[in-house]
T-cell receptor, first 115, second 114 residues
């Protein structure tokens, strides 16, 4: 069974440009999460999809970030325009059920470098 | 504010020796506690969790963790370290009230020398 896959693994862009990150969750997982780790600090929650609906987007830093999950399958996270402080590793995770006791399955992350 | 603290950025241990990676948390209500591990060029992998019951929980690869409610700690332990245990370890808490968010610590890099 394929795990959570993310693309690209590394993206280097200049300040002001646009980047789109993609996440393919494990097949059958309705729940999809985005997290990010900036500057080697803690991993922070961005948002949570249940199928195509945003369950919780309280962690999205500002309106330069746009997440979509059309059709409830893969998800994209667009940063437009990118700023220096957006550099970090963006993790996607998925789970089959919503449960505070359940573990998440993470992808390898997409490293974003904004110059 | 809800938070997780991992006070050590790096822990160095000789192979065969016991290891401890520390974690303390601050969250309202009963927390659900997790440890995740990230090996080089890999995604985060679930290691173990505490939900309720016995304070000592066992997980993958011989790891265990002890929940201490009075000290609000959830330290990760292993009796005998292996070089292959070298990785980045994250402690996390999922508040009882939240089905969405996991609050992670900043991570501890564990380095096991032969």
């Amino acid at each position: 069974e394929a795990g959570v896959t993310q693309f690209p693994s590394h993206s280097v862009i200049e300040k002001g440009q646009t980047v789109t990150l993609r996440c393919d969750p494990i097949s059958g997982h309705d729940n999809l999460y985005w997290y990010r780790r900036v500057m080697g600090k803690e991993i922070k929650f961005l948002l949570h999809f249940v199928k195509e609906s945003k369950q919780d987007e309280s962690g999205m830093p500002n309106n330069r970030f746009l997440a979509e999950r059309t059709g409830g399958t893969y998800s994209t996270l667009k940063v437009q325009p990118a700023e220096l402080e957006d550099s970090g590793v963006y993790f996607c995770a998925s789970s089959q059920v919503i449960s505070p006791t359940g573990e998440l399955f993470f992808g390898e992350g997409s490293r974003l470098t904004v110059l | 504010a809800q938070s997780v603290a991992q006070p050590e950025d790096q822990v160095n241990v000789a192979e065969g020796n016991p290891l401890t990676v520390k974690c303390t948390y601050s969250v309202s209500g009963n927390p659900y506690l997790f440890w995740y591990v990230q090996y080089p060029n890999r995604g985060l992998q679930f290691l173990l969790k505490y939900i309720t019951g016995d304070n000592l929980v066992k997980g993958s690869y011989g790891f265990e963790a002890e929940f201490n409610k009075s000290q609000t700690s959830f330290h990760l332990k292993k009796p005998s370290a292996l070089v292959s245990d070298s990785a980045l370890y994250f402690c996390a808490v999922r508040p009882y009230s939240s089905a969405s968010k996991i609050i992670f610590g900043s991570g501890t890099r564990l380095s096991i020398r032969p």
